[in-house]
């Protein structure tokens, strides 16, 4: 008997800093969307590709949702949470084990059928406790009816392969969307892009605002190896200093983690170029953030 081949789309959303990037990385094997102590670190749609013998796994992580604050960046990632959840196959719902706020019941109503959604239960590694999880998961159930409860841990590796099983079985037959070796249909730039955002928000988060982003100007590659010059646009100049940091240490740091991690990524030499603009009140303008790449 021939075992038919599903592929399609599968959506990991929940409120911000719920561990949906590092459950994406995860699934993948590969780090595709950035972390951070930050919450909204991740702000675009990133689909993540797992291609097995009989399935293919179009992961799409999305940005934190929540309505707590406005703004044009924050009307913006919500639609790509929207948009996200009326296009895929399969939802997945992440929720930090034994915390459940107003943020997370947000978006109750905007999943669709139970059948095509999963609860993960995240972090499960944190708990003081395994005897919290069922009265917890209990709870959640009469508020929604999901299809499936998965508890995980993506940095442990706890029950991934049954988080896997569970969303095979919501996939639709049909041939793979990418070819096997695929990983995303992000290009290189996006991705090195938000390597460096990444390596700010870790080292300067605590200081700077959201008003900061990454820019590819520059991208020269050859067999020999790569020459970038990045841009990190900021909103006040006061952001300045404190990107650079004492005689640029912060600069330089950011510049050579991010080196280092492009250079496994791409398996070549990269010289890394980073600096500054100022360009004042970019997150609140629709328009200035679709020219820096923004959906």
Known sequence: MTIPFRCGFVAIVGRPNVGKSTLANALIGA????????????????????????EQFVF??????????????NRMMNRVVTQALAEVDVVIHVVEAGKWSPGDEQLLPLLPAPEKTILVLSKVDRLKSKNELFPFAE?????????????????????????LAEIAARLPEGEPMFEADTLTDRSMRFIVAELIREKIFRLVGDELPYGCTVVIEQWEENDAGARISACVVVERES??????????????RIA???????????D???FLDVYIKVRKGWSERESALRDLGYE
Do not use: C, W
Not at 239 to 252: D, E, T, Y
Not at 256 to 266: F, G, N, P, S, Y
């Open 268 to 270: 070549k030499p990269v």
């Open 60 to 73: 799409v992580d999305t940005p934190g949702f929540q309505t707590r604050h406005g703004g044009a960046m």
């Open 139 to 163: 709870r959640l159930l009469k508020q929604f009816p999901y299809g499936a409860v998965v508890p995980v841990s993506a940095v442990k590796d706890v029950q991934l392969d049954q988080l």
């Open 239 to 252: 952001h300045r200093p404190i990107l650079l940091g004492a005689g640029g240490g912060h600069m330089k």
């Open 31 to 54: 780090k595709l969307s950035i972390v951070s102590r930050k919450a909204q670190t991740t702000r675009h749609r990133i689909n993540g590709v797992l291609t097995r013998k009989h």
């Open 256 to 266: 050579t983690e991010a080196r280092q991690d492009i250079v496994k990524l791409m």
